[in-house]
């Protein structure tokens, strides 16, 4: 019976620390910007203006191989692998673009820096460069991630936006905003570029 009650505690105990986590990385995670254009019933259409990313370009076509490989890169980067040991913040979400011929992944740098301020990577592999501004429809789900779902929301978006005679002018690319270890209240997105005048 004490047993019990020891696994219990520590459960409790763990599931405290978890929400501790989200909200205290809720609340200091800086976001990539962006404004609202409309509200679909399945999706939203957003404008992004332009914003910096450090990028790493990959053989992978899948999430799983990208998602593994990439992080680790782009993560030493800010975590001080360039040429100033210079720690940069973490941002969300975490974008990647997933092609048979090969993927992106791409973190968007704090809002405070300019392209000419960021220290220069140690890893010849991450690349800092400049978006163009654009218009993308924005389709979001929860839970953990993987190619299938992906994929799936991505005919979605397709779907809806056809039905609603809205041309796609790009690819899809996959946002993840939460960190491995945030079991709940997980957000994604998949987002289409997308020919769009107000």
Known sequence: MKAIYVVGGIAFLFLLVQSYKLVSSSLTTESQKYRLVRTESQFEIRFYPAATFAKIYSKGTDYKSVASSGFRKLAGYIFGGNDQGQSIAMTSPVRM???????????????????????????AG????????????????????DDETIKEKRDVL?????????????????????????????????????????
């Open 97 to 123: 673009e997933i092609g048979s011929q090969g993927s992106t992944m791409s973190f968007v740098m704090p809002e405070k820096y300019q392209e000419s301020d960021l220290p220069k990577p140690k890893d």
């Open 126 to 145: 991450v690349h800092i460069v400049k978006s163009s501004p654009q218009y993308v429809a924005a389709i979001s789900f929860g839970g953990y991630a």
């Open 158 to 198: 397709l779907k809806a936006l056809r039905e609603k005679g809205i041309k796609a002018v790009g690819e899809y690319t996959f946002l993840g905003y939460n960190a491995p270890y945030q079991f709940w209240s997980r957000k994604n997105e998949v987002v289409i570029p997308i020919e769009w005048k107000e």
